[in-house]
């Protein structure tokens, strides 16, 4: 899945523009990621929260193309939103491409706003920064 997210980001957008988290960086202890599955058990979808400092980050966030639509995107984000209220944070903000109006849809249909840059991101015309307090 994450391959798959992975060349779709990069047919979107230049190397410079794309902010993806390696499986390494998935991996450590401050990283919880989501996989949503079929009933069958195939996964159509995946997200990672990131414990930042005072803040959660929403990353690696994607759905299987024949699978949009269908509330898997919507599921994996209340999970996120729960699982970052038990961790005590109150905040999650985000960075999605201007060529994702689907996942810029999704996000403020869930009561995301758009914002400035954050952490280390720098202004970017191709990002879209959005935040949601909790």
Same mark, same amino acid.
């Given at each position: 899945?994450? %391959?798959?997210?992975?060349?779709?980001?990069?047919?979107?957008?230049?190397?410079? !523009?794309?902010?993806?988290?390696?499986?390494?960086?998935?991996?450590?202890?401050?990283?919880?990621?989501?996989?949503?599955?079929?009933?069958? &058990?195939? *996964?159509?979808?995946? *997200?990672?929260?990131?414990?930042?400092?005072?803040?959660? %980050?929403?990353?690696?966030?994607?759905?299987?193309?024949?699978?949009?639509?269908?509330?898997?995107?919507?599921?994996?984000? %209340?999970?996120?939103?729960?699982?970052?209220?038990?961790?005590?944070?109150? %905040?999650l903000k985000?960075?999605? &491409?201007?060529?994702?109006?689907? *996942?810029?849809?999704?996000?403020?249909? !869930? &009561?995301? *706003?758009?914002?400035?840059?954050?952490?280390?991101y720098k202004?970017?015309?191709?990002?879209?920064?959005?935040?949601?307090?909790?």
């Open positions: 899945m994450l %391959e798959r997210l992975d060349a779709y980001c990069a047919a979107l957008y230049p190397a410079d !523009s794309n902010h993806l988290m390696d499986i390494d960086s998935l991996t450590q202890g401050d990283v919880l990621f989501l996989v949503a599955r079929d009933v069958d &058990g195939s *996964a159509v979808g995946c *997200a990672a929260l990131v414990n930042r400092d005072g803040y959660g %980050e929403v990353k690696r966030m994607f759905v299987d193309e024949n699978r949009r639509g269908l509330g898997a995107g919507r599921q994996l984000l %209340e999970h996120i939103v729960i699982f970052a209220r038990m961790c005590g944070l109150r %905040e985000l960075e999605t &491409g201007i060529h994702q109006p689907e *996942a810029i849809g999704l996000y403020e249909g !869930s &009561g995301f *706003a758009r914002c400035g840059p954050f952490g280390d202004d970017d015309p191709l990002s879209v920064f959005m935040e949601k307090r909790l």
